[in-house]
């Protein structure tokens, strides 16, 4: 009995002992903590380079106008009342060219997808117009027949311009515009079988610009872009260093001298950029 006893004892005690073993907490492995991963920002500031090929988008047409100085007295033989013409030429300018130059400006990354930003670059550019055909006269005696020989161009030009985009992840898509400036010579010598003179101007022109274009940030600092940009420069030159002779009758003709006439041009500069960039973004 005693033993039965016993037995019973031993039997709920082990019954308990495993109860209470299951209420206790169990050891689990914890989760790995999550990271998010850095979500890339186009904010910042950067610099880069750029290389590309120039359009010619001129008419590609110049003319000058041509004054003789005042108080001028008609000598025997010249055409009576002859005082001043326009004379209109053609040109044969180049159509493409290489532009290469740096840029550098600043990004804002604003409601996760809207960028705006500010840019400033400036370019060598090697357009050279070739003017040598004349293709009217007006104000000019029928004798007078002109020859151009000249060039004018753009040897560089700069831009400072906003940009307006919207991001999606690390590729950006924008639209940019502003102001634009360029210099160039304008050398030209006119000649004719009366009034033949030398020109050389060089101004800095004016104007405006406006394009698009698409950037992916391939590293974090790494960007890689194609931008086009329309160059609209108004480039407006007088120059009175004229100086040469009249021979109202062509050869065997009098010939007399033209003490300082005026050349006034009005050049137009208009042309594309189609240009790959590189830029580092700090």
Same mark, same amino acid.
């Given at each position: 009995m005693q033993k039965s006893l016993l037995? %019973? $004892?031993v039997a709920m005690i082990a019954l308990g002992g495993g109860a209470f073993a299951a209420d206790l907490p169990t050891r689990v492995e914890a989760p790995a903590p999550f990271i998010q991963p850095p979500v890339f920002t186009?904010?910042?500031f950067y610099v880069g380079v750029? %290389? $590309?090929v120039g359009f010619n988008a001129g008419d590609d047409r110049g003319s000058s106008l041509v004054v003789l100085p005042g108080g001028f007295t008609?000598?025997?033989g010249a055409p009576a009342?002859?005082?001043s013409g326009t004379i209109v030429y053609g040109d044969n300018s180049e159509d493409a060219v290489?532009?290469?130059g740096g840029q550098i400006g600043y990004n804002y990354?604003?409601?996760n997808n809207f960028v705006l930003g500010?840019?400033?670059d400036l370019q060598f550019l090697g357009f050279d117009d070739d003017m040598n055909a004349a293709i009217t006269t007006a104000g000019f005696p029928a004798t007078f027949t002109p020859a151009r020989r000249g060039t004018q161009g753009l040897d560089w030009f700069g831009t400072v311009r906003l940009r307006a985009g919207y991001a999606f992840d690390r590729t950006l898509v924008y639209a940019t515009g502003g102001l634009a400036y360029g210099e160039g010579d304008a050398t030209r010598f006119e000649a004719t079988n009366g009034i033949g003179g030398f020109f050389d101007d060089s101004d800095v022109a004016f104007g405006w610009t406006l394009g698009a274009g698409v950037e992916y940030a391939w590293t974090d600092n790494l960007i890689l872009g194609l931008e086009g940009l329309y160059v609209s420069l108004d480039r407006d030159t007088s120059v009175t260093n004229f100086a040469g002779t009249y021979q109202p009758g062509g050869a065997g003709t009098a010939v007399f001298p033209v003490a300082a006439a005026t050349d006034s041009q009005d050049d137009n500069i208009e042309f594309g950029v189609v240009r790959a960039r590189l830029n580092y973004k700090f």
């Open positions: 037995l %019973a $004892g186009w904010t910042g750029n %290389a $590309g008609t000598p025997p009342g002859f005082t290489f532009t290469g990354q604003f409601a500010a840019e400033a």
